[in-house]
């Protein structure tokens, strides 16, 4: 199995409209072919069960950092899973479909910025913290303050990248709680990406994926 228990995860749908969302997970038990994650944020729910997925991990042998993955089916979601503390929790149940191969950005795997990326995104003149961000849309952090936006409503954003400020169309997917009850997370999808937009913007994600990965792979 090319995953074990304690390892971090990245679970993403392959098809859409949820392709472009992967959900961070960590690795409790793997029997077999059956792996269990911890429940993801937001939560998958009931409507879920039988999906095929993705599962995405940071392989580093001998030197060679790379991001592998592998297909799966969501196989159930178990309510009370008990942890080896004692703790009863949340988990999710998959079971894995084929062998790990190498995962390929070009298919709009999503990374999460850190906070020196000097990536900026400016939304009638607010600016907002980018979350993640894929070539098929982003996700970013709005104050509670203000009003949420609905999905399928579409925004005007304005992306800095490498120094420079893009214009890009974007829909409302939707919009999420967040651990801070100050904040919340709203997923946006592009409409419409110019080429050299899309150049920079794959040239973005390559850079900060191999930087995370550098971090994960450090001792």
Known sequence: MPVKPGMNVDLFF????????????????VEGDRITLCQTSPPLEPSHVGQPVKISFVSA????????GFAAVIAELVRDYRLVSGEMVPAVVLERR?????????????????RDSGIELTIYRNRYEVLDLSLM???????????????????DLRLRLEGRVHAIKARVVRTSAMPNPNSR?????????RPEIEAVLWKTIFAIDRENLSRRASP
């Open 14 to 29: 392959d098809r859409p409209p949820q392709r472009w969302a992967p959900l961070g997970a960590l690795v409790y038990q």
């Open 61 to 68: 042998q001998e030197g060679n950092v790379r991001r592998l």
């Open 98 to 114: 084929g062998g790990p191969e190498e995962i390929n950005l070009r298919r709009n795997f999503r990374v999460r910025p850190p």
């Open 137 to 155: 849309g982003l996700r970013y952090r709005q104050p509670a303050r203000e009003s949420a936006p609905k999905p399928m409503d579409r925004l």
């Open 185 to 193: 997370s709203v997923a946006v999808a592009f409409l419409e990406l």
